[in-house]
């Protein structure tokens, strides 16, 4: 599916925007919408797992589904 569609996915159901969970982790605006591309660190990904309560082992998996 791509990690960012399985983010954009999960703030659907958390009732977020994508532009909202960068604000609220400090990630970079626009940043999320090119990990399919450009892999962020595994920080960052824990960070967006955490505000979203959701595993990080759900978002790993599209990491290295993507490679």
Known sequence: MGLYKTIQEACEKAGVSVNKLENDTGITRGSIYKWDNHKPSFDKVCLVADY???PVDDLR??????S
């Open 52 to 54: 979203l309560k959701i």
């Open 61 to 66: 998996k599209e990491c290295e589904a993507d």
